[in-house]
């Protein structure tokens, strides 16, 4: 699983010891309910009626987990959310405790214990995260978040190297990415679809946007780990795709990426492992089109096959930052 969620938090499980240190800040009540599972009354929650907009965040470690926006009178007790901040934020396990089979929720990051999930809520998901208002800090908006609550700060990369699926597929397995969105970039903002595209008139290329935490992995070692998924020999193509819009390419956001992608095709080039000369452009990022929504995610989708390498030989292990 990845380490930072898709809405820029930090996920990774804390250690134990870490874990231990949150919880003996807790009084009595909430550690009950947090650190072993307990339940509070029904109606009795300080969370139960509350009509404010904000976030619900961890009690324990202060992860966004619920929002407002969600929240729903559910008439059973409990502060009800119809879905969470982030699905990645909530870990979902059986729960056969009291007799009965249930989906206990609860905080990714810290184990802390939320409530119970239910098929039973309003559309558009027809769940109930039922939830203890003890298990929950709310954070009024306009109200600044601590820093264990903030997304972290990150940075943007765009590569093109043929098919976006697999560009798009293995971008996200490196380690310290957010994102990876399939779309189009450096042609005709007025025709930016996929039909238009096709036609190899606009001047799109395929391009892959990735959204990165650059304390985990540098844009240097994005633009390697680029030049190893894709032929960055091959002009306007890749494989069997044929094109301007398959063409190799790195847009640059800023004079410190463009410097740190020519560097590194100039080092690739010198380094012999290249049949021919690198032909990937290099040019300042224009506008982003996000893809066709059927694009997005393809290969994870579909199970389909990909030309792309995987350049992540262990995308479980942080690689250091240059």
Known sequence: MSTISRSGHRIAELSPDIRASLAAKLDPKTYEITQRSGTEAPFCGTLLDNKKDGVYVCVVCGLPLFSSEHKFTSGTGWPSFFQEFDPQHVAKTEDRSHGMLRTEISCVRCTAHLGHVFPDGP???????????????????GTPLPEPSRPI?????????????????????????????????????SQADYQSVCGGQTGHAETVKVVFDPKTISYRQLVDAFLRMHDPTQLNRQGPDVGTQYRSGIWTVGDEQSRIAKEAV??????????????????????????????????????RACNVVNPWPNPEVSPSIR
């Open 153 to 189: 700060e990150t940075q943007t990369a765009y590569f093109a190297g043929g098919c976006f699926w697999g560009i798009e597929h293995y971008m996200q397995k490196g380690p310290g990415v957010v994102d990876a969105v399939s779309g189009y970039m450096q042609g005709d903002d």
């Open 123 to 141: 559309p558009p998901t027809g769940q109930r995260h039922c939830l203890n208002s003890a298990s929950l800090q709310f954070i009024e908006n």
């Open 266 to 303: 100039q080092t690739l080039n010198a380094s012999g492992r290249l049949s021919a000369p690198a032909v990937t452009e290099i040019a300042p990022a224009k506008t982003f089109h996000p893809a066709e929504t059927y694009h997005q995610d393809y290969i994870a989708r579909t199970g």
